[in-house]
């Protein structure tokens, strides 16, 4: 029996190692419910909104899941940004 292969390292890849829950959480705190309801349209961020459901839709909504992802790399060159800027 081999031992188990460690994934690959990915240290140009800002999501690797986040879990889900993780990216919503911080895009939650960052945008608030409403703003990211608007900015991504699905109903787990604008009808009642929680991390539980949120995370329940996204793990089986691969192309929402996507939009998240992407809104989450934006969210992290905005702040770097500011930071920067400031």
């Not at 991504?40 to 839709?57: A, K, Y």
Request: proline letters at 12%; one cysteine or more.
């Amino acid at each position: 029996m081999h031992p188990p292969v460690p994934p690959p390292r990915q240290p140009r890849n800002p999501l690797h190692g986040l879990t889900l829950e993780t990216i919503v959480t911080a895009l939650a705190e960052h945008y608030g419910w409403e703003e990211l309801g608007h900015l991504i349209p699905v109903r787990c961020f604008t009808h009642d909104p929680s991390i539980g459901s949120s995370l329940r839709f996204l793990r089986k909504t691969p192309w929402a899941r996507e939009k998240v992802e992407s809104l989450y790399l934006f969210m992290l060159r905005d702040i770097r940004r500011a930071q920067r800027d400031a």
